[in-house]
């Protein structure tokens, strides 16, 4: 069986930190971590952005963390983010 490499990428941001992660999974199922980068978040309150600039440059850093530990450079990444004001509803609809 041919070795295939998967990378898998996230980013969590909250109120206290902004953590990014490049992570190869496996044959095997498990995860082996490649690269992780954190810094302290700015820019939210209570999981709500109140300024998107220092958002941003809390994201970014942490995203250039993590590329440089791993090597990687980050395409795509699964996210994170949570607050009282995060909702979802499940619809159907057809046309």
């Given at each position: 069986?041919?070795?295939k490499k998967v990378?898998?990428?996230?980013?969590?941001?909250?109120?206290?930190?902004?953590?990014?992660?490049?992570?190869?999974?496996?044959?095997?199922?498990?995860?082996?971590?490649?690269?992780?980068?954190?810094?302290?978040?700015?820019?939210?309150?209570?999981?709500?952005?109140?300024?998107?600039?220092?958002?941003?440059?809390?994201?970014?850093?942490?995203?250039?963390?993590?590329e440089q530990a791993?090597?990687?450079?980050?395409?795509?990444?699964?996210?994170?983010?949570?607050?009282?004001?995060?909702?979802?509803?499940?619809?159907?609809?057809?046309?």
């Amino acid at each position: 069986m041919r070795n295939k490499k998967v990378i898998f990428s996230a980013i969590d941001v909250g109120t206290t930190k902004v953590a990014a992660i490049v992570a190869n999974l496996s044959e095997s199922q498990s995860f082996q971590v490649l690269g992780v980068g954190v810094v302290p978040s700015m820019g939210l309150r209570k999981g709500i952005v109140t300024n998107i600039d220092e958002a941003k440059e809390a994201v970014r850093e942490a995203v250039s963390k993590a590329e440089q530990a791993s090597g990687i450079p980050m395409e795509s990444a699964y996210v994170g983010i949570t607050g009282n004001h995060i909702s979802s509803m499940n619809t159907r609809s057809a046309i």
